[in-house]
Structure formats: C-alpha cells, structure tokens
C-alpha cells in the first residue's frame, strides 16, 4: 500500500511532521509486527498500517484508544448519511442529561454548543457498533479541538474567543463556525481515513507494560518531561476529551474544585521526573525482545545520554538518530528530536 494519508491533529506533542522521517530510520528494519505503545493521535501506528504491518495501538486515555479504534483496528466501518442525521437529531423516547450545560458554563463554549455537546455526545454513546461509535468520537474530537484557543481544555478561557483584541493565535472564523459544520467535515475525514490493509490491527486502551503478546517492533512515544521537570500531562491538557469519552461517569471523574472543572488528577509516573527512569527501564525490559525504538527530545528528562544507556542495557546495537532545529506546535523554541533504535 502506497498511499501516504496523515490524520490531521491539532495534538500537543503530535508526531504528524515526522512521521515521514521516523519512517525513512525504520523502514529498513526487519518487522511485521509493531506495537505503539504511547499512540496518542495514532499517526505513526497509522502510517505503519498503510504500510501494510500488523499494528496494535495503545494508549491509557479512553479518547486516544477510540482514535486507535476508529484508524488502526477499523478495516472497513465507515459512518452513512442515516448515521449522521441520527447523531445530530433528538431521538424519540431518549431522556437527555444536561451535564455539560450544567457544569461547563462559560469555561469553553457557549451555552448553545454546550447543549449540542450534551446531545452528540449521548446519541455517540448510543451507536452499536463499535467502529461507527469510535468514528463518530473522531469527528467529535476534533471539532472541540479546533474551537479551542490553543487547541486546550488548560485554564477557563472562553472569554479569548469573543475579546475585542488583535491575536497573534488561534482563527476567529474557525472558533465561531458551529459545530454541526465542524463535526460534518471530521466525519468526511474520519471515513477517509478508512484503510484496510488485509491485517488484524488492535486498538487497546492499557497501561503501556500491561500490554500482552510479543511484537518485532515496539515504538515507544511517551509524555514530554522538559529539564525544568514539568511533564505534558495530557489527561489534564485533554481532560474535557476524556470526559466526553467517558460520558457516563463523567460526573464522578470531575474535580469540581477547580475553575476549569478538570478530572481529578491520576498519578502518572510518565510525568513524574522521580519515576521517569524507572518507568522507562521497566518498559524496556518487558519489551527487550523486540525492536526498540524511542522518540524523545533532546532537551528533556530522562537525558538521551540516559536513554542510550538504558537501551544498551537490553540491546546489543543501539543507533541513536538526531533531527535538529525541530519545533513543535505551541512550543516557544527549537529543540532536537531524537529518534533511539536498539536491535
């Protein structure tokens, strides 16, 4: 398979400007099978299938693994017409709840978006088929994304898009389209994206060492910790996200404390520059039999001088790949990104 489709991302830490160069450093090496451990939007696992390799994606948040279920395991599911009309419509007989109306006002989107919210997400919900569900949740996704200053759920900010002021971020007219319209275009895309590669590919929803079975490849892309020892913690970036994702419970997850209504916060040793180490060193040797290959800046904790190390503890052949002057998306400066490879 030929076709190069990147899934578009407005994601924090996304590998979608290089995917491109992860693939010229891997596709020499002698695999079948990979697992994404970390797979966030799912790009690089994407890719890989497009590739025609049998993927299983993971990721601990419920919304990322829905984006995994749409892209990586979905072969063949796409979301028609009926489907669409019956997302955005009030079912006959369906008592709705009012949680995101009732507990978000004024923190992201206005009380009318707030009310379209509570309805897509419950007809979302609703669907049967898993496949069309995790499509829907895509379109879904994305939307609440690009009708957010900075493309975050971080601090209450709703008050940015209707500021009379001059703005050096962020698109008013994009802001301000409904999310009826939003959400059309992203299931246009989302069905686009449906790719059967003649693969069973896997979507999981688990922390990364829980995960079973044996890989040739094991892609390793965990959250960011910068030397100031500040982690890029995306339950809280994307809390409102994992909400809608899981609607049902949502009113239990919510740390009402806090302005901006977030989850309460879960333990993350990927974000903790004490465990991070550990963390990594228990990850390399559950998965020492396969190929390992880790993204990471150059600029953060652990060191890539600690990585190396690390990797040459449980590879004989360790080649270490430098990507300079790289700058990702919200990120004030440039740095390196690192690509580390052990056989």
């Known amino acids: 398979m030929e076709t190069e ?20 450093h891997i596709q020499e090496l002698s695999f079948d099978t990979m697992l994404d451990a970390f797979g ?19 990721d601990v948040l419920r919304f990322n693994y829905l984006v995994g279920l749409a892209l990586i395991e979905n072969n063949a599911t796409y979301l028609i017409a009926k489907d669409i009309e ?37 007809n979302i919900a609703a669907l049967p ?61 989302a069905n686009a994206l449906v790719v059967d ?28 910790i910068s030397q100031r020892g500040v982690g890029v913690d995306y339950h809280h970036f994307y809390h409102f996200l994992e909400g809608l994702a899981r609607y049902e419970e949502w009113p239990t997850l ?3 404390r806090s302005k901006h209504r977030r989850l309460k916060p879960v333990y993350n040793p990927w ?16 998965f020492r039999d396969a190929i390992l290959v880790i993204s990471y800046r150059a600029d953060g904790i652990p060191s ?7 990797v040459r503890e449980v590879k004989r052949c360790v080649r270490v790949r430098i990507l300079d002057g790289y700058q990702y998306v919200l990120s004030t400066r440039q740095t390196a990104e690192v690509l580390i490879i052990g056989e």
């Not at 409904?178 to 275009?185: G, L, M, S």
């Not at 990364?208 to 892609?219: C, F, M, S, T």
């Not at 974000?271 to 559950?286: C, K, Q």
């Open 86 to 122: 019956d997302l955005l419509s009030r079912q006959p007989g369906h008592e709705y709840r009012t949680f995101i109306v009732d507990t978000f006002k004024d923190i992201y989107y206005t009380d009318g978006e707030n009310q379209w919210l509570d309805l897509v997400a419950q």
């Open 197 to 224: 590669n003649g693969r069973a590919n896997r979507a999981l929803n688990e922390d990364a060492w829980d995960v079973e079975g044996d890989y040739d490849l094991v892609y390793i892309d965990p959250p960011y």
């Open 271 to 286: 974000v903790d520059p004490a465990a991070i180490h550990g963390a990594f060193a228990r990850l390399l040797d559950r």
């Open 254 to 256: 919510v740390d009402y």
């Open 5 to 24: 489709l990147i899934p578009s991302t407005r994601y924090q830490g996304s590998k979608a400007r290089l995917v491109r160069w992860i693939w010229e």
């Open 129 to 189: 088929d898993p496949y069309k569900r995790a499509l829907a949740y895509y379109a879904l996704f994305q939307a609440c994304l690009v009708k957010r200053p900075f493309n975050l759920f971080h601090r209450k900010n709703l008050y940015l898009r209707f500021a009379d002021v001059e703005r050096s971020f962020g698109n008013k007219t994009t802001w301000d389209t409904p999310f009826e319209v939003h959400f059309r275009a992203f299931v246009d895309e």
């Open 304 to 310: 890539i001088t600690d990585l190396e190390r690390m």
């Open 40 to 58: 966030g939007t799912g790009v690089v696992g994407y890719w890989l299938k497009q590739k025609g390799k049998q993927v299983t994606y993971n």
